[in-house]
C-alpha cells in the first residue's frame, strides 16, 4: 500500500481525498497555487507545498512543478482527482516515467477513450451499443437513402466540418430527406467550405445515465449502477440521483452489462464511468467513457455503502476486486452549489463568504472546502460544495434536501441554492420525469 | 514551573522559529526540537522532552535562560528584524520560481556560489535548484550585494520560498 499520496488537485475534491487517505493511514502531500494559501486541503494535508501562482497553467496543470513536489516530498503515488490533470495522457506517462504511481488510467486508456471516433469504435467492437451512423462521409445520396433507412428515422444529417449547429438537418421521414441533404450541403459548404456529410441516429427525449464501473489489474470488472444526471445546463450537470426514476431491473441489467464489457475489453484499471443516452423507449446508446473519479461519485457511495476513493487507491495498489456488481440499496440526491447568480443567467460570484452554516442530520453529507471568512478565487470553477441527500425512498431523499438547503446558510456571495430549493418542488422533477431538455424550458 | 509556563514556553519557542532550544529553569530541563523549515499548513512536529528532576519546584524560580541555540541563518532574520533600518525596506527578496532541492554550491566539494556580503552581478549564478535529476543553475535578476541566505543547504524548496535578500544599491 502506498506510504504518502499527493493530491494534484484542491477544493472539496482535494479534501475528499485527503479524509480517505487519512482513513487509511496513508500521508498526505497537498498542492496549491498562491491563491490558495489558505484553503482547507492545505491545512488538513500532512505536508503542503506550494506550487505556483494563480493561474492554473501554472499551478494545477503545471506537471513539472507537481512531479518536483512529489520528488521532494518522497510521495510514491499522486491522485489526480477531476478535472486539471485527471485524464491527461501525458502526465500519466510521465508519473509512470518518474517511477510515481497515477491513480487513474494508463495513458493508452486515456488517449483510447478520449478519441471520440476511436472510443465508438473501440464499443462497437466490445458489443456495447453505440449511435447508429453512417461510417465516415455519405458518398452520395442513394447512400444517404440507405443508410437512412437502415438507422431508422428520425437521423440528423451532420456537417463533417461543422460546428454551431451549421449544417445540421434534423430528418424525421424519408419524403423531406432529399431537400435536408441538399440545403445542408449548401450551408455547410458555405460555412465551411466543405460540404461533406454524416449521419446520426436522432436519440429523442435522452436521459444522461451513467454506468459506475470498476477495474482491476488482473483485468476484472463490476458495476455499481447508474446516476442520472439528465439535469444540466449548457452540459453541465447541476443536480444527480440515483437510482434513476426512469430505470428498470431489466435496463441496469443491460446498461450495467455493457459497461462490463466496455471496462473487460480495453483491461481497465481503476474506477471509471460509462455515459450512456437512454431514449424513451429505454433504448441505450454509448456517449463516452470518464477515466477518472467523477464529481457525482458520492451519491454512488451512500446508495451502496462503499468509499470509492479508497477502492479506487486499493485498486491502484494491486489489490483486486471482489468481481460483485452493487444495486442502490438506498435513495440519493446530489445538489451542486455553485457561487454563482441563478436569477442573472448563472452569472460567477467569486468574492468572501461573510457567514457559512452547512445543513446536517440523518441522511444529509456535504462535501465542501469552504468555511466562513473564506475568500474564493476567481481563477478556478465556482462549485462550493455538494450537498448529498440519501434516504429509504426517492420522496424522503428529496424532502430531505429541501430541507437541508432552507438549512444552508452562505452569506457575502450569491450561490445556486435557491435554483435547487426551485427544482426540488418542481412537479417534472418530484415525478422523475425529466430529460437532457429539462432545463430548456426551467424558469427560476 | 506549572504546566501552564510549559505550554507558554513551547507556543514562544514555535513563534519565534529558533529550532532547537535547551532550557535549564531550577529542577526542570526541557529540550525542544522543531524541523529546520516549516511550509505554511505543514503540522509543526515539535518534539518536546521534559525531565523533571523529583526535587521539589519552587514557587517564584529565578529563571536562568541560556543564549538560544538555532540556525544561524533565521537567527540573523530575526535579530536584523529588531535592528530594522529604512534600507531593510529596500531590499529585494529573491524568490524560488521552481520546485525543488537547493544547493548552494555545484557539489559537495565546491564553495557556495554566492555567500553573505557578496556582490553580485544581474544574470550571475547563485545556487541550484534540482528536480527530476536536473540541476538547474538559477541566476540573478538584479545586481547587488548578498545581504542573507534564506534558506537551508540541500532542503526542499516550494514555489515562490524565499532565497537570498539582496541589497540593490
Not at chain 1, 500500500?1 to 482513513?23: D, H, Q
Not at chain 1, 518536483?68 to 491522485?79: K, M
Amino acid at each position: 500500500m502506498f506510504k504518502k499520496i499527493l493530491i494534484a488537485n484542491r477544493g472539496e475534491i482535494a479534501l475528499r481525498i485527503i479524509r480517505t487517505c487519512k482513513e487509511m493511514g496513508i500521508k498526505t502531500v497537498a498542492v496549491y497555487s498562491k491563491a490558495d494559501t489558505d484553503s482547507l486541503h492545505v491545512r488538513f494535508a500532512d505536508e503542503a507545498v506550494c506550487i505556483g501562482p494563480a493561474a492554473s497553467s501554472e499551478s494545477y496543470l503545471n506537471i513539472p512543478n507537481i512531479i518536483a513536489a512529489a520528488e521532494i516530498t518522497n510521495s510514491d503515488a499522486i491522485h489526480p482527482g477531476y478535472g486539471f490533470l485527471a485524464e491527461n495522457s501525458n502526465f500519466s506517462k510521465i508519473c509512470n516515467e518518474n517511477h510515481i504511481k497515477f491513480i487513474g488510467a494508463s495513458p493508452k486508456m486515456i488517449d483510447g477513450m478520449g478519441d471520440k471516433a476511436s472510443a465508438k469504435e473501440t464499443m462497437k467492437k466490445a458489443g456495447v451499443p453505440t449511435i447508429p451512423g453512417s461510417v465516415g462521409i455519405i458518398p452520395s445520396f442513394k447512400e444517404c437513402q440507405k443508410i437512412a433507412a437502415k438507422i431508422g428515422y428520425p437521423i440528423m444529417l451532420k456537417a463533417t466540418a461543422g460546428g454551431g449547429g451549421k449544417g445540421m438537418r434534423l430528418v424525421w421521414e424519408e419524403a423531406v430527406l432529399e431537400d435536408a441533404w441538399n440545403s445542408a450541403r449548401k450551408e455547410s459548404k458555405a460555412a465551411f467550405g466543405n460540404n461533406g456529410m454524416y449521419m446520426e441516429k436522432f436519440i429523442e427525449d435522452p436521459r444522461h445515465i451513467e454506468i459506475q464501473i470498476i477495474g482491476d489489474s488482473k483485468g476484472q470488472a463490476a458495476h455499481l449502477s447508474e446516476r442520472d444526471c439528465s439535469i444540466q445546463r449548457r452540459h453541465q450537470k447541476l443536480a444527480e440521483e440515483t437510482p434513476s426514476p426512469f430505470m428498470t431491473k431489466k435496463l441496469r441489467k443491460e446498461m450495467g452489462d455493457a459497461a462490463i464489457r466496455a471496462a473487460e475489453s480495453v483491461k481497465y484499471e481503476g474506477v471509471g464511468t460509462v455515459e450512456f443516452l437512454v431514449d424513451k423507449h429505454r433504448d441505450f446508446y454509448f456517449m463516452e467513457m470518464n477515466t477518472r473519479i467523477q464529481v457525482e461519485h458520492p451519491i454512488t457511495e451512500e446508495v451502496i455503502d462503499y468509499d470509492l476513493i479508497k477502492e479506487q487507491i486499493k485498486v491502484a495498489a494491486g489489490i483486486e476486486i471482489s468481481g460483485k456488481n452493487h444495486e442502490p440499496k438506498l435513495h440519493a440526491i446530489e445538489c451542486r452549489i455553485n457561487a454563482e447568480d441563478p436569477e442573472n443567467d448563472f452569472r460567477p460570484c467569486p468574492g468572501l463568504i461573510t457567514n457559512f452554516h452547512a445543513p446536517g442530520g440523518h441522511g444529509i453529507r456535504i462535501d465542501t472546502h469552504v468555511y466562513a471568512n473564506y475568500m474564493i478565487p476567481p481563477f478556478y470553477d465556482s462549485m462550493i460544495a455538494k450537498v448529498i441527500t440519501v434516504a429509504q425512498t426517492r420522496e424522503e431523499a428529496i424532502g430531505k434536501m429541501e430541507r437541508a438547503l432552507d438549512e444552508f446558510i452562505v452569506e457575502g456571495i450569491k450561490t445556486t441554492i435557491p435554483f435547487h430549493q426551485k427544482l426540488m418542488k418542481n412537479e417534472d422533477f418530484r415525478k422523475g420525469n425529466y430529460t437532457t431538455k429539462f432545463m430548456e424550458t426551467f424558469e427560476m | 514551573m506549572d504546566l501552564k509556563d510549559i505550554q507558554e514556553l513551547i507556543k514562544f519557542v514555535a513563534k519565534s522559529g529558533a529550532t532547537e532550544v535547551d532550557l535549564e529553569i531550577d529542577n526542570v530541563k526541557i529540550s525542544i526540537k522543531s524541523p529546520p523549515k516549516k511550509k505554511r499548513g505543514e503540522v509543526d512536529e515539535i518534539t518536546t522532552i521534559i525531565q523533571q528532576t523529583p526535587a521539589q519546584v519552587v514557587a517564584a524560580p529565578q529563571a536562568v535562560v541560556p543564549p538560544v541555540t538555532s540556525n544561524t541563518d533565521t537567527l540573523a532574520t530575526s535579530t536584523n528584524a529588531d535592528s530594522s533600518t529604512s534600507d531593510e525596506t529596500d531590499y529585494i527578496t529573491i524568490k524560488a520560481s521552481m520546485i525543488g532541492t537547493f544547493y548552494r554550491s555545484l557539489s559537495p566539494e565546491d564553495p557556495p556560489f554566492v555567500n553573505v556580503g557578496d556582490t553580485i552581478k544581474e544574470g550571475e549564478t547563485l545556487c541550484i535548484i534540482e528536480a527530476m535529476k536536473l540541476f538547474n543553475e538559477i541566476e540573478s535578476e538584479v545586481s547587488g550585494k548578498i545581504i542573507k541566505v534564506l534558506a537551508d543547504d540541500s532542503t526542499p524548496i516550494e514555489f515562490d520560498q524565499p532565497l537570498f535578500l539582496v541589497d540593490p544599491s
